[in-house]
């Protein structure tokens, strides 16, 4: 997914029958920080790691995810309204490197759904598939790779319905992940989305 032109530029978009549309676009540094650090500092982001972080802090996590050649970032957006982030990454080079046998088209992926006051009923799973959707609307992605806390059950639940199978816990510097893998065979089956990702 290419991240050159403004933040005004769509990048993907998704309808989906129950929650209307879900967009994503760039992730600019400066302009989106402070709806960032909103988002990663709240206690439902717990998970997420950057819950001590300043708002200068955050700007330059971001400014190092856009100057990475193998890290992507994208704000994600429901109604036209930013309502979570995206990231991509190549597991071969980052995250995960010498802890699983990479393959050519996998795709690394982190997603945070922020917060709200009036939850919508179905949003994070909305939101999980158009993040996967989006990755496999790039014809290279054969692959989802995802690594999450093993404690966080509730991410292991949306993933599994979206067509993740467990593979192993590894041992990170920063917590111990469940290894998951996503095929967009699997994917497909999971969602019933096959029109939407044939290439």
């Known amino acids: 997914m290419?991240?050159?032109?403004?933040?005004?530029e769509i990048l993907?978009?998704?309808n989906d029958a129950?929650?209307?549309?879900?967009?994503i676009r760039p992730l600019d540094p400066f302009a989106d920080a402070e709806l960032l650090h909103g988002w990663v500092t709240h206690p439902k982001a717990s998970f997420w790691m950057m819950q001590d972080a300043s708002l200068p802090d955050v700007e330059r996590e971001y400014?190092?995810?856009?100057a990475h050649e193998h890290h992507q970032a994208f704000i994600g957006l429901h109604?036209?309204?930013?309502?979570?982030?995206?990231?991509t990454y190549d597991p071969a080079r980052l995250e995960l490197v010498g802890l699983y046998d990479a393959q050519p088209g996998d795709v690394g992926m982190h997603f945070l759904v922020?917060?709200?006051?009036?939850?919508?009923?179905?949003?994070?799973?909305?939101?999980i598939t158009t993040v996967m959707a989006a990755v496999f609307a790039d014809p290279e992605a054969k692959r989802v790779v995802v690594e999450p806390d093993v404690r966080n059950t509730?991410?292991?639940?949306?993933n599994e319905a979206v067509g993740f199978v467990p593979d192993r816990p590894v041992q990170k510097p920063e917590k111990e992940a469940l290894l998951s893998f996503c095929t967009r065979e699997q994917?497909?089956?999971a969602t019933g989305l096959t029109k939407e990702l044939s290439i």
């Open 2 to 8: 290419s991240t050159t032109g403004s933040t005004a």
């Open 12 to 14: 993907y978009t998704r």
């Open 18 to 23: 129950a929650l209307g549309t879900f967009a």
């Open 63 to 66: 400014m190092r995810i856009a």
């Open 79 to 87: 109604e036209g309204r930013p309502a979570f982030l995206m990231e």
């Open 114 to 127: 922020a917060p709200s006051d009036r939850p919508l009923h179905g949003f994070t799973r909305a939101v």
């Open 154 to 158: 509730a991410v292991h639940a949306l």
């Open 187 to 189: 994917f497909a089956a």
